[in-house]
Nanobody, 122 residues
Framework: QVQLVESGGGLVKPGDSLTLACAAS????????IAWFRQAPGREREGVSS???????YYGDFVKGRFTASRDNARNSVSLRISSLQPEDTAVYYC????????????????WGQGTQVTVSS
């Protein structure tokens, strides 16, 4: 089991960039596949990225190159950088810990953070 805390969200303008962080405690992040999900109001939670133990990242079909996920085992954290933010990126972003590389099904992740709100508005 691992405890996860997201940070870095906020109110940004269209076209801005943002880096979210997922800090782990209680266990080393190097032991888990760490995924990012997001949930917009009235929508299902969707998978953004899954970062495997070796650092390779997989992304959801909608990502189209604007999202970059990476892990920093020394800092026991995983980050998600989002560039060229659009209003449709407005959502609560969650990180989650699991065991299966490359999977973006929320049912495969057992430990979740509380989420960080990202709002994109002019």
């Amino acid at each position: 089991q691992v405890q996860l805390v997201e940070s870095g969200g906020g109110l940004v303008k269209p076209g801005d960039s943002l880096t979210l962080a997922c800090a782990a405690s209680g266990s080393s992040v190097r032991n888990f596949v760490i995924a990012w999900f997001r949930q917009a109001p009235g929508r299902e939670r969707e998978g953004v990225s899954s970062v495997c133990l070796g650092g390779r990242a997989y992304y959801g079909d909608f990502v189209k190159g604007r999202f970059t996920a990476s892990r920093d085992n020394a800092r026991n954290s995983v980050s998600l950088r989002i560039s060229s933010l659009q209003p449709e990126d407005t959502a609560v972003y969650y990180c989650a810990a699991g065991a299966t590389c490359g999977v973006l099904d929320k049912d495969d992740y057992s430990d979740w953070g509380q989420g960080t709100q990202v709002t994109v508005s002019s």
